[in-house]
């Protein structure tokens, strides 16, 4: 078996590894070999290719070191089951494969940069044999819908890691819940906020573990000088790819009805519509003052698949100039044109790209992912005509669109694309310190805020990623 998964302290048959005198550990074991470092890796060539980066980078500082490397994972390529980026179901193939031979499973996310020494250090400093659940704090402010108003009375008393600045498990825990998963199969249910999950099922209603804080791991942009403490920190946010895609390659679908044209279509001209060069209105109702396009569709109180796919069509038909990239959006949808275009550089638009919020769905019993609507649906040309060709369709009009959408990209065996830039929420119903170090693409909802504000505040481009002054508390 390689030495990249195996150290033992007794086994003859394997050499002892050696290490600079600082980080040696009990009985002359590196620690540094008894961690599995776990990158939160996507599928994306563009995210592969940051991912191998980082695991360069892993892999480089702990040759400085000891002889012996670490195992460094791709989360991504650990097995082909999509549910994996939804952690919990893998918990048994760490169980299996590191358990006897391992003391710590660290998750980094790919922006995520590690001095390897520091955090070997970090990491020494608790039991091993123990149960641990180590990160960086995070808490709500007030009860929020993607956290289905868990701990209404006092949301500030449940703490869940930020994913950003890294997390770990304790051999130890991992295995008590490898065996609670075997004797209770995880539920077939929604992947909302995969971190608040994760953390819930670890608490196990007040039975189990809750996180330590643990103040080295840091969301600080690496080269800042709040960052000297720490053993982790965050590569720019987004990410610098080179020249943002043109104007005229993003062409902008704005779902909409005829009731909402007086209320939320103003939102959109007032707020974020000057920064496109294609955008039109899709509606059940052609109105020429807007104006909207009526595609025959009749309106849905909820689901909007049959809408959502006649845009698809329309866009890789004549009636709409030919772009690379297609964005459909709510009319309540708030978004930085100029930042997904920035984004967007980074992406091959000849690959099947669809790119957005990521939530899951049944991720544990064979379900599958998609692209949450609120927050904005990205799709390269080539996703679309892909899709189409496939035959897939609604089951209805009023089916849940981002959804039949998932399960199609599923069929086909491609995979949507996660961003934490894009919210189906608003900025309320996020953790303040989460959004702190992004810089947002999208929020969504005008539901008991002004969203004119909200904009300015967020998602204009002289905006600073800071949360407004004044907030409306929202009325459960």
């Known amino acids: ?25 009990l009985k002359n074991i590196c620690y540094l070999r008894q961690i599995v470092f776990v990158i939160q890796s996507q599928r994306n060539s563009f995210h592969v290719r940051r991912a191998e980066k980082l695991r360069t980078s892993v892999l480089q500082q702990a040759a400085d070191l000891t002889e012996n490397p670490p195992v460094v994972l791709f989360l991504h390529s650990l097995s082909d089951n999509e549910g994996d980026w939804s952690i919990l179901p893998l918990l048994p193939h760490f169980s299996n494969n590191f358990g006897k031979n391992s003391s710590w499973i660290v998750f980094l996310e790919e922006e995520t940069n590690v001095k390897v020494a520091e955090l070997v250090k970090v990491l020494a400093k608790f039991d091993r044999t123990k149960e641990w659940f180590l990160g960086k704090p995070l808490h709500d402010q007030e009860s929020t819908i993607i956290h289905h108003y868990a701990f209404a009375e006092n949301p500030p008393v449940f703490k869940y890691p930020d994913f950003s600045a890294g997390w770990a498990l304790s051999v130890s825990l991992v295995q008590r819940l490898t065996d609670r998963i075997r004797d209770e199969p995880l539920k077939s249910d929604f992947t909302i906020d995969l971190k608040h999950e994760v953390a819930l099922y670890i608490w196990d209603s007040g039975e189990g573990l809750r996180l330590t804080g643990v103040p080295e791991l840091c969301t600080e942009l690496q080269d800042s000088p709040l960052a000297r403490h720490c053993a982790t920190t965050l590569s720019s946010q987004p990410p610098a790819c080179g020249e943002a895609v043109d104007r005229e390659d993003v062409f902008v679908a704005v779902k909409t009805c005829k009731k909402f044209h007086a209320e939320r279509v103003p939102v959109v001209k007032e707020t974020w519509e000057k920064e496109a060069s294609l955008l039109e209105y899709y509606s059940d109702h052609a109105d020429p003052s807007i104006p909207t396009i009526n595609l025959g569709v009749p309106n849905t109180e909820r689901g909007h698949c049959g809408k959502t796919f006649a845009i698809l069509n329309q866009f890789v038909s004549s009636a709409v100039p030919e772009t690379k990239w297609l964005i459909i959006v709510d009319d309540d949808t708030l978004i930085s044109l100029p930042r997904l275009r920035a984004l967007l550089s980074c992406y091959d638009a000849s690959e099947a790209v669809c790119l957005g919020e990521r939530y899951g769905y049944g991720l544990s019993q064979g379900g599958y992912s998609y692209i949450t609507g609120g927050g904005g649906m990205v799709f390269s040309r080539e996703a679309v005509v892909r899709l189409l060709q496939s035959g897939c369709k609604c089951y209805s009009d009023d089916a849940p669109d981002d959804m039949v ?72």
């Not at 390689?2 to 007794?10: F, I, K, V």
């Not at 694309?417 to 996020?430: I, K, N, V, W």
């Not at 693409?441 to 805020?449: A, C, M, Q, V």
């Open 405 to 476: 959408l998932g399960m199609c990209f599923n069929a086909l065996g491609l995979s949507v694309t996660h961003s934490p830039l894009f919210h189906q929420a608003r900025p309320e119903d996020y953790a303040q310190d989460y959004l702190s170090h992004q810089v947002p693409i999208s929020f969504h909802k005008h539901w008991n805020i002004d969203p004119v504000a909200v904009f300015n505040s967020w998602l204009r481009e002289d905006s600073a990623p800071e949360p407004p002054h004044q907030t409306t508390k929202t009325e459960l």
């Open 1 to 25: 078996m390689s030495s990249a998964y195996l150290w033992t302290s007794q086994s003859k048959m394997q050499p002892t590894p050696t290490c600079s005198p600082m980080y040696l550990c």
